[in-house]
Nanobody, 113 residues
Framework: QVQLVESGGGLLQPGGSLKLSCTRSGRIGAIPGMGWYRQAPGKQRELVARIFSDGSTNVADSVKGRFTISRDNAKNTVYLQMNNLKPEDTAIYYC???????WGQGTQVTVSS
């Protein structure tokens, strides 16, 4: 009944910026908490940032000061603005509806010279 579709990934050089989008389809009565996660090759999937139903946010220490999570409820969309990207940020980025847990298909972000 609910699907998440990510977009905005790509290939760019260190220091660049990228904005990811995650659009939610299907009917949900309440504003959900949403999260961005990432998984690099051979690594565990890790939490990047979350935005909660009340609009509060938190981000992982590894991206603090560089990444910002936001949302537009009218568009059923959550964003991840990524600035000053580093090679260590290379991963597939996944959007997640926290409750009920629903994952998007992921979008690839590659940061390389």
């Amino acid at each position: 009944q609910v699907q998440l579709v990510e977009s905005g990934g790509g290939l760019l050089q260190p220091g660049g910026s990228l904005k990811l989008s995650c659009t939610r389809s299907g009917r949900i009565g309440a504003i959900p908490g949403m999260g961005w996660y990432r998984q690099a090759p051979g690594k565990q999937r890790e939490l990047v940032a979350r935005i909660f139903s009340d609009g509060s946010t938190n981000v992982a220490d590894s991206v603090k000061g560089r990444f910002t999570i936001s949302r537009d409820n009218a568009k059923n969309t959550v964003y991840l603005q990524m600035n000053n990207l580093k090679p260590e940020d290379t991963a597939i980025y996944y959007c997640k509806n926290i409750a009920p847990p629903i994952w998007g298909q992921g979008t690839q972000v590659t940061v390389s010279s």
